[in-house]
């Protein structure tokens, strides 16, 4: 069974500064296949990045996703006041079909 | 753009039952994979099930599968999520969700705003 670990729990910045948020997968997977979701309170997920390094419609370009293997990288370039939430990363696995998610990182306002 | 709407959502009993809904906008309903996907209060998020374009496959997470049946019906822009037995653990809100692409499943997007379900006696 596929684990995602992402790290930190937490993320203080201040607006303007660099985010990089990590997802661990405990077995190798494919990066065609990882997604990055961010959540606002009391709003649905919505997909930021998919794929590679894909972004979604409307995605700014702040954001960008890197990685292989088993370690894979969320980076916002630079913080805006919207960007403050919870983001979470996703693995498609076949046979049987799984959506696994991590468990999210807050990013907060320092 | 698609719209979708979950509604059922409510308190309910330990081992009793519970039916979701989920009303899709736009003529495309059809030619997409559909998902449930659940988050428990503070908690991350956790998918549930997911079903084919045609209702041809359906895939469950181990702690519904046996319990939970999600269905839908494509003349009428409709997902469904069947739950049974329903356990304390299975509160949560329950996102209706869409594949990305026509031609894919590996990503979910656009999701519906949920709709809450309690567990208690």
């Known amino acids: 069974e596929l684990v995602l670990t992402q790290s930190p729990d937490t993320l203080s910045l201040s607006p303007g500064e660099r985010a990089t948020l990590s997802c661990r997968a405990s077995?190798?997977?494919?990066?065609?296949?990882l997604a990055w979701y961010q959540q606002k309170p009391g709003q649905a997920p919505r997909l930021l990045i998919h794929?590679?390094?894909d972004r979604a419609t409307g995605i700014p370009d702040r954001f960008t996703a890197s990685g292989s293997g088993t370690d894979f990288t969320l980076t916002i370039s630079r913080l805006e006041p919207e960007d403050f939430a919870v983001y979470y990363c996703?693995?498609?696995?076949?046979?049987?079909?799984?959506?696994?998610f991590g468990q999210g990182t807050k990013v907060e306002i320092k | 753009q698609v719209q979708l709407v979950e509604s059922g959502g409510g308190v309910v009993q330990p081992g009793r039952s519970l039916r979701l809904s989920c009303a899709a906008s736009g003529s495309s309903f059809r030619s997409f994979a559909m998902y449930w996907v659940r988050q428990a209060p503070g908690k991350g998020l956790e998918w549930v099930a997911v079903?084919?374009?045609?209702?041809?496959?359906?895939y469950y997470a181990d702690p519904v599968n046996g319990r939970f049946t999600i269905s839908r019906d494509n003349s009428k822009n409709t997902l469904y999520l069947q739950m049974d037995n329903l356990r304390a653990d299975d509160t949560a809100i329950y996102y209706c969700?869409?594949?990305?692409?026509?031609?894919?499943?590996?990503?979910?997007?656009?999701w519906g705003q949920g709709t809450l379900v309690t567990v208690a006696s």
């Open positions: 969700a869409r594949a990305l692409y026509s031609s894919s499943w590996y990503w979910i997007d656009p």
């Open positions: 077995q190798s997977v494919s990066i065609a296949y």
């Open positions: 079903i084919w374009s045609d209702g041809s496959n359906k």
């Open positions: 794929g590679a390094s």
């Open positions: 996703q693995q498609y696995t076949a046979s049987p079909p799984r959506w696994t």
